[in-house]
Each structure stands twice: as structure tokens, then as C-alpha cells.
């Protein structure tokens, strides 16, 4: 039953407000002043406040602007009792929050319409918020799901090889995903995806293209070939079928015994190999995935000296911006890591850089960033 709180420091107006109401089924509470009131509402979490606006000390103003500052008692439908008839007025209490208001003297047929569509509007607020809480736990085990995909760190100790890697979901579920794994004993894929937009529907079509890969599911696909794959899914994953959803990706392919890399990119950050000597970027000039039917692709191929490092990223880990909107930028970005290459944990450090620069621990898109040390 749905239970109302009165608040009015007069009585004779709370006594008729209360059995006036009784009357039509609901459980109803009285406070005589605004402090009251207050306390009241905090206990009962009422669906509908009836509160006179002239009262000593807290007056209906404050209350109204108080319980509405509560979250829980933000859908608590809030109906202001006054003799006020100016339009100042009735913005002043509006902008307090009220959802309503009654004017003095009080009409019983009036109070009771008003009543019940109070009444309604709060179920249908109480009805959203339930929603909006099933949907928020449906994206967080999403979110669960497309963490449960991301690789463990790796440590071969047979070729000397290590990849480990950072990963900050922005608030929205998001596109972003990665992974790497030996294709045969000599060939290891390195990859990295960033889905447009956000939303389930791009962690969807991530994952689907995740999947594939690791399951090596393109059919007349050679994975060895970093042109062939991105070709294979530019054609299994056209925008028309997918929401007018793209992806950039990076897929690149080491070959242990050349100690040489062979990759391609479409629309997506270079990755930088860090040499002893120097930062290398290494990207093609291709189109993001899915945006042009029998597009083609190139590949290259890159040395990889001794004691290398490659990066692999998102732009969403240098595409951030400080307080004052000032764009930390890829040509920043790709200078800390050269400077950092050689401390203990690189990527950390690169992290503390980026969240230190924003001013926040998490981001406006998803950090993704993907580090690969090669043996000397």
C-alpha cells in the first residue's frame, strides 16, 4: 500500500489532509515541522510527500530540496502546499525539485486527483529505476564475460618471450579486446581490436571476433598471413550487418627462428616497437574492418632486434584529456614509452602517466594496452 507523509505545522490542515486520505486507502504519517519531516522521510522512504511551504526554521523549500538530494528518496513524488499564486514562486519551487503544488485553501477533489497521479508517476519511476538496475547488472556480467576473455600474461621460457598487458574499461561497456597465442611452435599472433561506439552490441561483436581468432575459425584463412586474416573478417563482418558497426584492428604474426614480425593494420594506432636503438611505428595504410566490401589489405614484415619491445594499443590510451580539455596525444604517448622502456614495469608506469594527466582512474573510452618483450 502505498503510504504518504504529510508535513505542515498547522494542525487543523494536517488533521483534514490525514483523514481525507485515510479515507481513500493510503497509510498516512504526519510531522508538524520541516525538521520532522525530514527525519520521517528518511525512515519511511514515503511514495508522495505533502509539504507546506511557510515553516519555522526548515521550510518546505529546504525539505523538498533535501529529500530530493536523498537518492533514496529521489522518486519520491514531492507536492508543495501554498497560498502562492506568482510565477516566481512556482519556478522557485521547481527548481527545489517539487513535482507539484497545491493551493491553499485545499479542494478534496483536487487533493485526491493530484494525489493519485503523484502516486503514479512515483510507481512508474520506481518501475524505471528497476529497470535501469537489471540492466546495469546485465552489463556488469558482460563486462565479467569480456574480462574472463582477455589472455594471461605470458612467460615462455623456452624462446624468452613475455607479453603482459593493462586493461581499464571505461564506464560503458565497451569494444575493445586483445589476445595473443602460438599458431605452431615457431609462430606467435599478437592481435588487438577496437569495436566503434560502445554498448553491448559492440562488446557482441568483439567477442564474436575474438573467438574466431583464438579458435582459428576463418575458413580458407592462413593465420601465418596478417592480410589474409584481416580480409577473411572484413568479409565475415560487413557494417550492414552489424548495426553500422566497425572495428580498427592490429594482427601481426612473429616468427621465432627469422626473429621477424609480419602484420597489418586497418584505421588502427600503429604498434611501436621499442629497439635498443629507436621506436619503430608499424602500420599499413588500410581501412578499418567491415567499412568496405572486398576491400584489400597489406601486409609488412619488420626485423625485431634483440631485447625489442612491442606495444600494442587502443586509442583510447592516448586520446585523453586534462581538466582544461588539453589532449594528451599520440606523439606524448609514443615519447613515454620510450622513456619508460626500460623501467622495471612499463606499463604501470605508463598507467600512473595517463590517469595522472587526466585527473581520473578510469577513463572516457577503454585503456587497452598490450606489451610484448622479445629475448636478446
Known sequence: MDNILIVDDEPTICMVLKRSLERQGYQVAVASDGTEGLALAN??????????????????????????????????????????????????GLDAGA???????????ELQARVRAGLRLHQLNQDLQQQKRLLEAELAEAGKYVLSLLPDPLQDSRHGIAAQWRFIPSQQLGGDCFGYHWLDPEHLAIYLLDVSGHGVGAALLSVSVI??????????????????????????????GHNEMYFTMWYGVYNLKQRQITYASAGHPPALLVTPQQVIALKTPNLPVGMLGGAEF??????????????IFSDGVYEITDSS????????????????AKTPDPLAELVNLAQHFSGKQRFDDDFSLLRVHFPP
Open 43 to 92: 525512515q519511511m522512504h514515503p511514495a508522495l510527500i505533502i509539504c507546506d511551504w511557510m515553516m519555522p526554521d526548515l521550510d518546505g523549500l529546504e525539505v523538498c530540496r533535501l529529500v530530493k538530494a536523498n537518492p533514496e528518496l529521489s522518486t519520491t513524488y514531492f507536492i508543495l502546499l501554498t497560498a502562492r499564486t506568482e510565477i516566481e514562486d512556482r519556478v522557485s
Open 99 to 109: 513535482d507539484e503544488f497545491l493551493t491553499k485553501p485545499i479542494d478534496a477533489h
Open 211 to 240: 573467438n574466431l581468432l583464438r579458435s582459428n575459425s576463418l575458413s580458407t584463412t592462413d593465420f601465418l598471413q596478417p592480410s589474409q586474416v584481416l580480409r577473411a573478417l572484413n568479409e565475415a563482418f560487413p557494417m550492414s
Open 298 to 311: 597489406l601486409s609488412r614484415s619488420q626485423p625485431v632486434p634483440g631485447n625489442s619491445q612491442l606495444y
Open 325 to 340: 580539455g588539453q589532449l594528451w596525444g599520440l606523439e606524448n604517448f609514443t615519447a613515454a614509452v620510450q622513456g619508460l
